[in-house]
């Protein structure tokens, strides 16, 4: 038993700063409550985020653009009338195709 510490002690000894090294790789890898996975996780959130956030600025954008045209143009304010509320002016006669 005492053969066995004394080479352990001379194995940890002669290579402390590999398993310095190694230890400090362990628990900023797997037990840290920042490990890999967490990161990784949280990148791939970031980055459904992102799109996420790009896709309603687009909407956002289209929808301002549509709100210029129907405030400066009154074909557009009537072409929405028409087809979405199916409004129409007197004397027309109007069919809805399903």
């Given amino acids: 038993m005492k053969k ?3 080479q352990l002690w001379h194995y940890v ?3 402390k ?3 310095t090294v190694l230890a400090f790789l362990a628990i900023v ?3 840290d409550k920042n490990n890999l996975m967490v990161r990784l996780k949280n990148r791939y959130e970031i980055s ?3 799109s996420q956030r790009d896709n309603y600025k687009e909407t956002c954008d289209s929808l301002w ?3 210029k045209a129907l405030e400066t143009d009154g074909k557009s304010l009537e072409k929405i009338a028409r087809e979405q509320y199916g409004m129409h002016e007197a004397g027309e006669e109007v069919f809805i195709i399903r």
Avoid: D, N, P
Wanted: net charge positive.
């Fill in 13 to 15: 000894g002669r290579h």
């Fill in 29 to 31: 890898c797997f037990l």
């Fill in 48 to 50: 459904r985020l992102t």
């Fill in 4 to 6: 066995f510490l004394s």
């Fill in 17 to 19: 700063y590999f398993l």
């Fill in 65 to 67: 653009s549509e709100l």
